[in-house]
């Protein structure tokens, strides 16, 4: 039996409905479970097949929403996500905007049907998702933004290439750490956790169109530390592949300088809502 694929948000308690970018519901099963977890993808192939089978098969607990970005290369055909993969919901953004944009799309789509918070997951099969658990249990003590980190105890980075090591940890983390007032080792991890207080709050607002490319994972990390919710690190391994290029939407200089521009925009407090509470 499959639930209504509703995908209005009109009545949710926030003011940036118009702001979320134009997508369709393909297909939603019943909820199920109180988080769910949030992948974004685009044209991903073999690598989040690759990876949904394997939580499919790990039985995480947690239903699967997968935010597509546009795919082309035939990895969403319905019936196989659905019935053999066990997804619960595909979105499909159709308006402009990137990783940030389909962020704020699968974000406000489980609001609405009533999860209590989401875990974002990359697709591309680097992550280990078995930490899923540990996340899902941390937002139900109460926690409001959990950071993934390779860097914290029983955390690892396998074949982590050395220029986006260099960066995190002596560039990327300390920035973000310093206009959070948290520590934060593995501030580019998308292995997250997010409350429903958190993507609700007045002073937080994620859901505008400022959002866009890379900037709503950095500067949801800057205002939970601001506005003093409850925050941790949880450790987990990010695996890239031994020889050939890192799977990464973030390619070439001009990538690398959009998210430090980004990154930077969103340290100096220029995404902060107007009149954002302290």
């Known amino acids: 039996m499959y639930a209504p694929c509703a995908d209005g948000v009109a009545n949710l308690p926030f003011p940036d409905t118009a ?5 369709r519901c393909v297909f939603a099963l ?7 977890v949030l992948i974004p993808v685009i044209n991903e192939g073999e690598r989040i097949l690759r990876q949904l089978a394997g939580m499919n098969g790990a039985q995480l607990g947690q239903d699967v929403v997968i935010a597509d970005g546009g795919s082309t290369d035939g990895s969403m055909e ?5 019935d053999e993969l ?5 979105l499909e953004k159709i308006g402009p905007g990137r990783l940030s944009a389909q962020l704020r799309m699968g974000m406000a ?16 099969d680097k992550d280990d998702y078995r930490a899923v658990p540990e996340f899902a249990a941390k937002l139900a003590a109460g926690f409001d933004h959990l950071q993934g980190s390779r860097y914290v105890p029983g955390g690892r980075g396998v074949n982590t290439p050395l220029d986006r090591e260099f960066a995190v940890r002596f560039l990327h983390a300390p920035l ?3 206009a959070a007032g948290v520590r934060y080792t593995d501030s580019t991890n998308g292995f997250r956790g997010y409350s429903r207080r958190l993507l609700l709050h007045p ?13 709503l994972h950095f500067y949801l990390a800057i205002r939970a530390g601001q506005l003093g919710l409850r925050i941790a690190e949880i450790p987990v391994t990010r695996s890239y592949p031994a020889a050939g290029p890192p799977p990464s939407k973030i390619g070439g200089l001009g990538g690398k300088l959009r998210l430090l521009r ?3 925009c969103a340290v100096r407090g220029r995404y902060d809502p107007p009149h954002a509470e302290q």
């Open 262 to 264: 980004e990154t930077w």
């Open 30 to 36: 019943p909820r199920r479970s109180q988080f769910a």
């Open 19 to 23: 702001d979320l970018p134009a997508y």
């Open 109 to 124: 789509w489980a609001l609405a049907r009533g999860y209590e918070g989401v875990i974002t997951l990359d697709g591309n």
């Open 203 to 215: 002073g937080v607002r994620p859901f505008r169109a400022v959002f866009s490319a890379y900037n």
């Open 78 to 82: 319905v019936e196989r996500l659905r």
């Open 176 to 178: 973000i750490s310093l």
């Open 86 to 90: 066990g997804v619960t919901a595909l």
